[in-house]
């Protein structure tokens, strides 16, 4: 039986070389992360991996990748960003991806303007 072609195009558009990258990006962040004395609590690693994202895949994509990208923050040691902030990683998660969100829609809108579609 012979896979349905609709579906290899559908996988075949969303695995995209935005979306490796960006991954690769994420990952590069949490090896850097880990293996460094101090985590890397900057937006623009995260943020870049959300932009690629949303560039190619569009905006619902991009919040679901600034998702992924907060759980690789946390997962890296971003959060507790300062020490009297211990116990609230919820909170400070929800505001990365706040941030992150917004990246997501700011590239989308921007494309949209620029390409004016």
């Known amino acids: 039986m012979k896979p349905d072609s609709s579906f290899q195009a559908n996988v075949r558009q969303f695995a995209s070389a935005h979306l490796i990258g960006a991954i690769i990006v994420l990952v590069m962040t949490i090896a850097a992360s880990i293996t460094g004395e101090a985590p890397i609590r900057s937006l623009i ?27 690789a923050a946390l997962a890296a040691g971003a959060f507790p960003t300062r020490p009297e902030f211990g116990g609230e990683e919820i909170v400070e998660g929800l505001y ?17 303007s620029s390409l004016g579609s």
């Open 45 to 71: 690693p995260y943020g870049a991996s959300v932009a690629l994202v949303a560039w190619r895949h569009g905006m619902s994509s991009g919040f679901l990748f600034a998702g992924l990208a907060t759980l």
């Open 96 to 112: 990365a991806y706040f941030k992150l969100s917004a990246i997501s829609f700011g590239v989308a809108m921007g494309k949209r």
